[in-house]
């Protein structure tokens, strides 16, 4: 999940930051945060409590989550 920064300098790579809504903006700058990406690392060991992982990322983030339908759960 580490971005690459190789080329940060060139304007071409950043063209489509022009056309992004506010929550895609914030998206990207999100993910580029060394905070947010240990947490997110984080979700991907099996021994994590996904359910203390979910409200810490809410908190801290503050991402919600949408839960899945009734019909997608059976």
């Known amino acids: ?3 690459d920064i190789s080329r940060w300098r060139s304007t071409s790579t950043y ?3 022009d056309d992004l809504a ?3 903006l ?3 700058w999100l993910r580029r945060n060394g905070d947010y ?3 997110y ?3 991907r060991r099996p021994a994590c409590d996904l359910r203390e ?3 810490r990322v809410r908190k801290r983030w503050g ?3 949408r839960c899945p339908s009734v019909a997608q759960r059976h």
Do not use: I
């Open 63 to 65: 991402l919600q989550f």
């Open 41 to 43: 690392a984080e979700t």
């Open 22 to 24: 506010s929550p895609d």
């Open 26 to 28: 914030g998206w990207e």
């Open 1 to 3: 999940m580490t971005p």
């Open 15 to 17: 063209d489509y930051l």
């Open 53 to 55: 992982l979910t409200n």
């Open 37 to 39: 990406q240990r947490d």
